[in-house]
């Protein structure tokens, strides 16, 4: 499955114009210690409630630490009929960079 991919200025468009729900697929410690401001973090807890209540016409970025494992988890999303989705390149470690994060 060819996973659709973000650029961070594009990905950073979408967060602040509230174009996109931001799904970090990292742990639980990383997450808590720093994370893109409204992301929803996901896991193998929380997956069901979140597929379950989320609807599949809403756009999704997910990231990672570096962007490789959010090409597997878009691509699970888009296969759970999800419509748009995309994988953030370089992941949360690019976007704290150059972009607002929250502990």
Known sequence: MDVPEVDLESAARLWRDQQALFLDIRDPMSFDEAHIPGA????????????????????????????????????????????????MSGGFEAWRTRHPVEP
């Open 40 to 87: 929803v973090r996901v896991d193998d807890r929380s997956i069901g409630a979140f597929l379950r209540d989320t609807p599949r016409d809403r756009r999704i970025v997910v990231y990672c630490y570096h962007g490789n494992s959010s090409l597997g988890g878009a691509a699970y999303f888009l296969s759970q009929g999800f419509e748009e989705v995309h994988s």
